[in-house]
């Protein structure tokens, strides 16, 4: 049986459609004709780290990532946007990183949002490209 139509609020459609774009706006940066904007340092859990702001063609808010200097490794994310009470921001810290096939893998994310509870993410093993099957791209 199929679901109703539903119509997200304007803030809500945003957040979802950058929560889609799968394409990490790090990656490919020249290509992405995104802003970007190299904040002063900051430190997180110690670590200093290198602050970028992205923000998104046509689309309000922006997303702050902290980059450890060393390694370059995603210590924290912020996405800000507009919402009905003002200015929202959801915040994810990431940790615990392991080398999977020469990449590293943060094994720990914390995420939480302004008045909101934690979201804690801790995975036992990560392997990469394991596969799918072939049903999951049948027609139906």
Known sequence: QRLPRM??????RDVAIREADFIDPLINY???GYEYT???DSAVNGFSCYVVEVKRVNMPGSER???DKDNYTLLKRIVSFPS???EMK???LYGDYRQVAGIPIAYEIRTQAEG???QVIIWDSVIPNKGVFDSYF???
């Open 116 to 118: 909101q509870r934690e």
């Open 65 to 67: 990532f902290y980059l």
């Open 138 to 140: 049948s027609d139906r």
């Open 7 to 12: 119509e997200l609020p304007l803030e809500q």
């Open 84 to 86: 009905d009470k003002g």
């Open 90 to 92: 959801i915040t994810s």
């Open 38 to 40: 190299l904040l002063p």
């Open 30 to 32: 020249k290509q992405s």
